[in-house]
């Protein structure tokens, strides 16, 4: 092989060498998705979202129904037919149940002590609830003496009821005396009906 030949022999190989090498592809940052694509959603918003549905969901609790019994004059039929329910509730607001007293008196019967620990407990699982102790007597006696035994009776209730734990902030008293009645008639059932204190809560 001449020099000639060898040279240009050379000079084709490095130019095939050269021509055929890979070129290196330039590194460039992964592109943002388009808006088509869907991102993961992060953490946070991954806590929030359920939270709402939840809220959706579940709706909020509504205060409890009351009842109580009204201040119009009801018949002695009515009473009567009645007379079950209201030696429990009187005209007390629902689920509260009514004291009844003995003649001339305002100390608390041993019969009415569970009685006041129901209605105690449940104005200590309901602290937004407000009651107003209504104190009754029946007709016998003067209008002065029997405000004043109604009152009596109301605060022997709410010293009980403090005595229980309930804060004093639910309780307030009245004394009504004889102005109230459940049962109009003149006798000692009806008297009896009429000696008590009522639990109506203050709307």
């Given amino acids: 092989m001449t020099k000639n030949t060898f040279w240009i022999f050379l000079m084709v190989f490095s130019f095939l060498v050269v021509s055929c090498a890979k070129k290196e592809i330039p590194y460039t940052p992964a592109e943002t998705p388009p808006p088509s694509v869907k991102q993961e959603t992060s953490p946070q918003q991954a806590e ?22 009204g201040l119009e004059p009801k018949s002695a039929a009515w009473v009567d037919a009645h007379r079950e329910e209201l030696l429990i509730y009187g005209r007390s607001t629902r689920p509260f149940k009514a004291i009844f007293f003995d003649f001339d008196s305002y100390a608390i019967r041993d019969d009415m002590k569970e ?5 105690a407990r449940y104005l200590l699982e309901h602290p937004e609830i407000r009651v107003e102790l209504q104190g009754n007597c029946d007709e016998r006696g003067s209008s002065e003496y029997n405000l004043a035994l109604g009152e009596r009776r109301a605060l022997a209730v709410k010293r009980y009821l403090l005595n229980l734990g309930v804060p004093e902030g639910q309780l307030t008293t009245v004394s009504f005396g004889e102005e109230r009645p459940l049962d109009p008639r003149h006798n000692e059932e009806a008297w009896a009906l009429n000696r008590r204190v009522d639990f109506v809560i203050i709307k």
């Fill in 115 to 119: 009685r006041l620990m129901e209605n």
């Fill in 48 to 69: 929030e979202i359920p939270q709402a549905k939840v809220e959706e969901a579940v709706p909020s609790p509504e205060a409890p129904a009351f009842e109580e019994v």
